[in-house]
């Protein structure tokens, strides 16, 4: 049933953000991440959604896997604000790019940090 699935959908992504202490993020707290330049939302694509790029060869995967993730929730979160606000011309929709390729800056991303990655887009960022 579609219902039974968007409530399991639902209870996932508040467990997530229970787990990451979503509620509150203190930018000191992930300012290393946020200053590798891993992420970021630049430019738009043919249909006028943002592009947000998310580059591999610029992370830390030295760094604590919680926090690189409270981090990209951080600038996600914020652009979904900026939608919500209507900063692109009403657009509601945003693109991700995952650059995997290169060497990063430290460490190789894990399959658990990867695996966790894409079920944070895909499920608490639904198109």
Avoid at 101 to 119: E, H, T, V
Wanted: charged share 30%; net charge neutral; aromatic share 8%.
């Amino acid at each position: 049933c579609n219902e039974e699935r968007a409530l399991a959908t639902l209870r996932w992504c508040l467990e997530q953000r229970q787990q990451l202490r979503l509620w509150h993020i203190d930018l000191e707290e992930v300012r290393a991440e946020l200053e590798l330049g891993k992420v970021v939302c630049r430019g738009l694509d043919r249909d006028s959604h943002p592009v947000v790029l998310y580059r591999n060869c610029r992370a830390d995967h030295t760094l604590d896997l919680t926090m690189r993730l409270r981090a990209l929730v951080l600038v996600l979160d914020y652009l979904e604000v900026c939608l919500d606000r209507g900063d692109f011309d009403g657009n509601t929709t945003w693109v991700v790019v995952l650059d995997l390729g290169g060497k990063p800056a430290k460490g190789s991303m894990s399959y658990d940090y990867l695996s966790r990655l894409i079920k944070l887009f895909m499920k608490s960022y639904p198109a």
